[in-house]
């Protein structure tokens, strides 16, 4: 990512979050150059607002950023949002229960539901337990009510 995409990037951004009725001082981006990923960190207390209910405002302020940014330069671009290191701390939680349960599974011989999870969670503990070679994972079911199942590898 040049230096011009960067400029256009952060314009279009400022003037989001200016509309969002965020000051500029309030956040920083990080470019990734070797990729199209663009990270913004907000301070911990704006987290409220922008978490929202199980990450769901933040994962469409995502969508949103990203969508806007791509849109106005014809190439798609990730936009991550970290509020307070929210997402960091999410991703742990999230790879601490994969792991619990992918050790139910082992230990009782049957599959481990774990629902309420949007595709990205369901993708990451997918990534995360692929590793595991007494378990194996699947996605189930229709958005919104989509599960995943991790299940022993003889089962």
């Known amino acids: 990512m040049d230096s011009q995409q960067q400029t256009k990037i952060t314009d279009i951004i400022n003037n989001v979050f200016s509309l969002l009725g965020i000051p500029v001082d309030q956040f920083e981006l990080d470019f990734n150059k070797d990729s199209l990923v663009v990270q913004i960190n907000l ?79 369901r993708h990451l503990i997918h990534d995360h337990l692929s590793h595991n070679s007494q378990v194996v994972t699947e996605s189930r079911g229709e958005e919104p009510n989509r599960q995943l199942f991790v299940s022993p590898k003889n089962s």
């Open 43 to 121: 301070p911990a207390e704006e987290s409220g607002v922008f978490i929202g209910h199980q990450g769901e405002t933040l994962s469409s302020l995502q969508l949103i950023l990203s969508l806007i940014v791509s849109q106005r330069l014809n190439q798609w671009y990730r936009i991550k949002v970290n509020v307070g290191d929210y997402q960091q701390r999410r991703e742990q939680q999230l790879i601490v229960k994969a792991d619990q349960a992918a050790q139910r599974a082992i230990e009782t011989g049957q599959e481990i539901i774990i629902p309420g999870l949007n595709s990205y969670e």
